[in-house]
C-alpha cells in the first residue's frame, strides 16, 4: 500500500501540470529576489527608500490602498482583459503558432462593439440594454475572429511567418479604428462635453454597459463586473478544448511537429485557421468586456499611434502559465497584483516603475519555463534510480542476491 501511494506521489510530482506550475513559482520568487536586489542597491542613491518596505508594499498588492476593498475590485477588473489576451496568446502558441497580434484583435473586438453599444440608446430599458450587449459582445467575437484568421490563412495557405503578418494588421487595425471613428457619420460618438478631445463617449450615455450584478457596490462602488466570471468560465473551457476533445489532440499535435502531425493524418491548416480564428475571438472579446464598462473611455483619435497595452501584455500572461489556459487566470492576477502596488511604493521611497521592472524581470525569466521544468524532471528521475540502486544495493548486502548481467 505504501509502495503505490508512493508511486502515486511520484507521478504527480512528475506530471506536466505540477512541473509547469513548480517553474511558474521559481520563475516569481527568482525575480522578487533580483527585484529586491535591485531596489536594495538603489536604496544607495535614493533618499528614504526602504528596500524591505518596498517588498512589503509588493507583496500587499492593492490592499495599501487608503480604499482596499475598492482597489481589489478595480485589481480583478483590470485583470479581465489580460485574462482574454493570454488565453489569445496560449491557445495559438499550443498550435505553433505565435500570435503577436493580440493588440489588433483586441482593437477590432473593442471597435464592434462600441459601434453597436453606443449607437443603441436603452436607457431605462433594462432588458433592451442586456440584449443590445450580448450582441455587441458577438459582433465583438466576430471580429476578432476575422482579424486572427488573416494571418492564419496566410500562415496555413501561403507559409508566410504569422509575427510579419500579424505586426501589419495590428497597425492596419489601429487606423482603421481612428479612422472609422473620426468620420463625420459618427461624430454622434464623440464625447465633446467632457472638456477632453478625442474621446467617446462610454455606454453610461446609453444604457448598454456590462452588467455588474451588485459587484461594484459590493466593492466600495469598483469596476468590478460579471467579466471575471465570463474570463474563468472560458479559460475553463479552453482548457478541456485542448485537454480532453479530439480537436484538441489535434492542435497540440500541430504544434509539437506540424509535419508530422500532417503525416498522421491530421489537417494541420484547418488546425491553424481554427487556432488563430479562436485566439482572435478571445482577444476580441478582451476588448469588448473592457470598453462596454460604463467607467472605461476611450481616445480614439491616438489609437493609431499606439497600440493597447494588453495585447503585448498577454505574451507575458501566457508565457508565465505555461500556456496552461487556466494558469493564464493566476499568471494574470498576479501580474496585475504587482501592478496594483507600484503606485504605493512611493511609500516606501520607490516610484511606481519598480514594479514593472519586477514583472519583466519574471515575465523575462518565464522565457526559462522549460528549463526549469526539464530541470525538474531530471531530478525526479535521477532520485528514482538513485532510489532503485540503493534497494538493490541492500539486497545484494543482505540476501546475496546478484545483479542481473552476473556482475558482483
Not at 503505490?4 to 507521478?11: G, K, L
Not at 501561403?158 to 503578418?165: A, Q
Not at 488546425?271 to 480564428?277: H, T
Given at each position: 500500500m505504501?509502495?503505490?501511494?508512493?508511486?502515486?506521489v511520484?507521478?504527480?510530482?512528475?506530471?506536466?501540470g505540477?512541473?509547469?506550475?513548480?517553474?511558474s513559482?521559481?520563475?516569481?520568487?527568482?525575480g522578487l529576489l533580483?527585484?529586491?536586489?535591485?531596489?536594495?542597491?538603489?536604496?544607495?542613491?535614493?533618499k528614504?527608500?526602504?528596500?524591505?518596505?518596498?517588498l512589503?508594499?509588493l507583496?500587499s498588492?492593492p490592499?495599501t490602498?487608503l480604499?482596499p476593498?475598492?482597489?481589489?475590485?478595480?485589481?480583478?477588473?483590470?485583470?479581465?482583459?489580460?485574462i482574454?489576451?493570454?488565453?489569445?496568446?496560449?491557445?495559438?502558441?499550443?498550435?505553433?503558432?505565435?500570435?503577436?497580434?493580440?493588440?489588433g484583435?483586441?482593437l477590432?473586438?473593442?471597435?464592434a462593439?462600441l459601434?453597436?453599444?453606443l449607437n443603441?440608446?436603452?436607457?431605462g430599458?433594462t432588458?433592451q440594454?442586456?440584449?443590445?450587449?450580448?450582441?455587441?459582445?458577438?459582433?465583438s467575437?466576430?471580429?476578432?475572429?476575422?482579424?486572427?484568421?488573416?494571418?492564419?490563412?496566410?500562415?496555413?495557405?501561403?507559409g508566410?511567418?504569422?509575427?510579419?503578418?500579424s505586426?501589419m494588421?495590428?497597425?492596419?487595425?489601429?487606423?482603421?479604428?481612428?479612422w472609422?471613428?473620426?468620420t463625420?457619420?459618427?461624430?454622434?460618438l464623440?464625447?465633446?462635453?467632457?472638456?477632453?478631445?478625442?474621446?467617446?463617449i462610454?455606454?453610461?450615455l446609453?444604457?448598454?454597459?456590462?452588467?455588474?450584478?451588485?459587484?461594484?457596490a459590493?466593492?466600495?462602488?469598483?469596476?468590478?463586473?460579471?467579466?471575471?466570471?465570463l474570463?474563468?468560465?472560458?479559460?475553463?473551457?479552453?482548457?478541456?478544448?485542448?485537454?480532453?476533445t479530439?480537436?484538441?489532440?489535434?492542435?497540440?499535435?500541430?504544434?509539437?511537429?506540424?509535419?508530422?502531425?500532417?503525416?498522421?493524418?491530421?489537417?494541420?491548416?484547418v488546425?491553424m485557421?481554427?487556432?488563430?480564428?479562436l485566439?482572435?475571438?478571445?482577444?476580441?472579446?478582451?476588448g469588448?468586456?473592457?470598453?462596454?464598462?460604463p467607467?472605461?473611455?476611450?481616445q480614439?483619435k491616438?489609437v493609431y499611434?499606439?497600440?493597447?497595452?494588453y495585447?503585448?501584455?498577454?505574451?507575458?500572461?501566457?508565457?508565465?502559465a505555461?500556456?496552461?489556459?487556466?494558469?493564464a487566470?493566476?499568471?494574470s492576477?498576479?501580474?496585475r497584483y504587482?501592478?496594483?502596488s507600484g503606485?504605493?511604493?512611493?511609500?516606501a521611497?520607490?516610484?511606481?516603475?519598480?514594479?514593472?521592472?519586477i514583472?519583466?524581470?519574471?515575465?523575462y525569466?518565464?522565457?526559462?519555463?522549460?528549463?526549469?521544468?526539464?530541470?525538474?524532471?531530471k531530478?525526479?528521475?535521477g532520485?528514482?534510480?538513485d532510489?532503485?540502486?540503493?534497494?538493490?544495493?541492500k539486497k545484494i548486502l543482505?540476501?546475496?542476491?546478484?545483479?542481473?548481467?552476473?556482475n558482483?
Amino acid at each position: 500500500m505504501k509502495k503505490s501511494s508512493n508511486n502515486s506521489v511520484s507521478r504527480i510530482l512528475s506530471s506536466d501540470g505540477v512541473r509547469s506550475f513548480g517553474s511558474s513559482i521559481i520563475c516569481i520568487l527568482i525575480g522578487l529576489l533580483i527585484g529586491f536586489i535591485i531596489m536594495l542597491f538603489s536604496s544607495l542613491s535614493l533618499k528614504d527608500a526602504d528596500p524591505l518596505a518596498g517588498l512589503g508594499v509588493l507583496f500587499s498588492g492593492p490592499f495599501t490602498a487608503l480604499k482596499p476593498v475598492k482597489e481589489l475590485g478595480n485589481m480583478i477588473f483590470y485583470t479581465v482583459p489580460l485574462i482574454f489576451t493570454s488565453l489569445s496568446v496560449a491557445i495559438a502558441y499550443k498550435t505553433g503558432l505565435f500570435n503577436i497580434g493580440a493588440p489588433g484583435q483586441f482593437l477590432m473586438g473593442t471597435m464592434a462593439a462600441l459601434l453597436v453599444a453606443l449607437n443603441i440608446n436603452s436607457i431605462g430599458n433594462t432588458t433592451q440594454g442586456v440584449l443590445v450587449w450580448i450582441l455587441a459582445v458577438v459582433l465583438s467575437i466576430v471580429a476578432g475572429m476575422a482579424w486572427g484568421l488573416i494571418p492564419g490563412a496566410l500562415k496555413a495557405f501561403f507559409g508566410i511567418n504569422e509575427v510579419i503578418i500579424s505586426i501589419m494588421t495590428n497597425w492596419i487595425a489601429a487606423n482603421i479604428f481612428t479612422w472609422v471613428f473620426s468620420t463625420d457619420s459618427l461624430s454622434h460618438l464623440v464625447n465633446s462635453n467632457s472638456g477632453k478631445s478625442g474621446y467617446l463617449i462610454t455606454t453610461t450615455l446609453t444604457g448598454n454597459g456590462t452588467p455588474d450584478l451588485g459587484l461594484g457596490a459590493l466593492t466600495g462602488n469598483s469596476y468590478l463586473d460579471i467579466g471575471i466570471f465570463l474570463a474563468i468560465i472560458i479559460a475553463v473551457l479552453c482548457w478541456l478544448l485542448m485537454n480532453k476533445t479530439t480537436l484538441g489532440f489535434s492542435m497540440r499535435a500541430c504544434g509539437l511537429n506540424r509535419f508530422s502531425a500532417k503525416y498522421a493524418g491530421i489537417n494541420d491548416k484547418v488546425n491553424m485557421l481554427f487556432s488563430m480564428g479562436l485566439a482572435g475571438a478571445l482577444a476580441g472579446l478582451g476588448g469588448a468586456l473592457y470598453y462596454l464598462h460604463p467607467g472605461i473611455e476611450i481616445q480614439f483619435k491616438s489609437v493609431y499611434q499606439s497600440l493597447p497595452d494588453y495585447g503585448f501584455s498577454g505574451i507575458a500572461g501566457a508565457f508565465l502559465a505555461n500556456c496552461n489556459p487556466i494558469g493564464a487566470v493566476f499568471a494574470s492576477l498576479f501580474i496585475r497584483y504587482i501592478n496594483a502596488s507600484g503606485s504605493n511604493l512611493t511609500n516606501a521611497g520607490y516610484n511606481r516603475y519598480f514594479a514593472d521592472i519586477i514583472i519583466a524581470v519574471i515575465i523575462y525569466l518565464a522565457g526559462f519555463s522549460n528549463f526549469f521544468k526539464d530541470l525538474f524532471l531530471k531530478f525526479r528521475r535521477g532520485e528514482k534510480r538513485d532510489k532503485e540502486a540503493g534497494e538493490l544495493f541492500k539486497k545484494i548486502l543482505v540476501h546475496g542476491i546478484e545483479p542481473k548481467g552476473g556482475n558482483k
